[in-house]
Every structure is written in C-alpha cells, then in structure tokens.
C-alpha cells in the first residue's frame, strides 16, 4: 500500500532532551516535507526536501534539523525541544515539484505525529 | 508567493452542494490554484487544482474566475463525511515548493 509513515505517533518529552521524528514514504517520490500544525495557525511548512541531499528551509525552520541521505526517509530533528514546538506535525511527499501541470504537485501526507514538550 | 483568503467556517445541508470560496488577488500568471482538505486531525487530502480553466474529478469541481483572483471549490453532493477543513492554497508552477496552506474553511455538513 502506497503510504507516509511517522513514528512515533505520539510522544511525550522534557525540553532540552534531543529527539528525532522519523518520515518514511514507499512511493519513489523525490519531494518531501515537514509541517506543524497549531490551533489558530493552521499548517506551516518546516523543512523541504526536492531530493536526496537537498533540504530547503520553509516558514518556520527554526529549532530543527532535517536530512534526507536516502530517497525515501526524511527525519525531523529536535537537538534541543522547547515547550513552543509542542504541535502536531505531518511529513508529506510527492513526485516532484516545479511541475504542477501534472498532479507531482499532490502531496501524501502521514498520519502526523503530536508532540508534548514538558 | 500569493496569499489566499478564505471564510473562517460554514455550514451545509447534507445533500446540498457545497460551495467553498477562496480569495487569491495577488495571484501571478504562472501560479496554480490548488485545494486540500483535512478531516479532523488526519494528514491533509489533495482534492483538486487548476490553473485558469474550470477542472472536475471524482471529488469536486473547482471554478476560477477569468481574472484568476478568486475560485469556488463546489462540493456537489456534501455529505457527513465531507465535514472537514478545506485549505485552498497557490503554487508557482516553476518554484513550486513551498507551501503556504493558512487557516482554511472549517465545512460542517449538517444531516
């Protein structure tokens, strides 16, 4: 079954203690990304990813890390939570981007993952 | 990127065809209108996008003004299930990476 898999699906943390929020997609797609997502604030958009090796900052990077060494994984890194990124967060992907003509746009989106940081 | 505004919430008569709107005056030439919706707190669902001409699927019709600056996703036969929130957002169609999807249209469909 073509999918987007986070884990943990849920977590509970202390501020300061590193975490990493796992992304995994079995679609071959070359675009991956994180989002938050807060009561009143909607969805905000982390990092991105066009492909292997390439990650871009998106509207509120600060306070992760991502990397994508392989195609299909891209985790998110919290070297040091903080009690304002408790949230709930969603990896997505899709074929490409640039290329929206076509449905490469549509983003898959994983089930998300909600993040307490005491 | 352009900006899009949408109404906070609405209401809809199961049945009934429902009709979101969305509000994109700054949108450029070569950017693409596309719409997502998000059922309670599930990952968002691609629904449709669009360019200049109308587009219809097997979930919705989305409608775009000639002069691009606003569209209406149309729900034709709303039912419980399409309860949601609806996030209409545009993308460039060169740099298309970043996606900016705001607050959305928080639908109920009323039985």
């Known amino acids: 079954e073509a999918q987007v898999t986070q884990n943990p699906r849920y977590l509970i943390t202390v501020t300061g203690k590193k975490l990493t929020v796992t992304c995994s997609q079995n679609?071959?797609?070359?675009?991956m990304s994180w989002y938050r997502q807060d009561p009143g604030l909607g969805l905000r958009q982390i990092y991105y990813s066009m492909n292997v090796e390439v990650t871009d900052k998106g509207d509120v990077p600060e306070g992760y890390k991502v990397s994508r060494k392989e195609k299909r994984n891209f985790p998110l890194i919290l070297e040091s939570p903080s009690p304002n990124q408790t949230s709930l967060y969603f990896c997505?992907?899709?074929f490409g981007q640039g290329r929206p003509s076509t449905r490469y746009n549509e983003q898959f989106f994983g089930p998300g993952t909600r993040l307490t940081v005491l | 990127d352009a900006k899009t505004t949408q109404p906070t919430s609405m209401d809809c008569a199961e049945g009934r065809a429902a009709n979101l709107p969305c509000n994109h005056s700054t949108i450029s030439g070569n950017e693409y209108v596309y719409w997502y919706r998000q059922i309670h707190s599930q990952g968002p669902q691609y629904i449709i996008h669009g360019l200049k001409n109308n587009e219809t699927n097997e979930m919705a019709s989305l409608i775009i003004t000639e002069d691009r600056k606003s569209s209406t996703l149309i729900l034709p036969h709303a039912t419980l299930r399409d309860t949601a929130v609806y996030y209409c957002i545009v993308i460039p169609r060169l740099t298309g990476n970043q996606f900016y999807f705001g607050t959305g249209t928080s639908l109920t469909v009323i039985p």
């Open positions: 679609m071959n797609h070359e675009y």
């Open positions: 997505a992907s899709s």
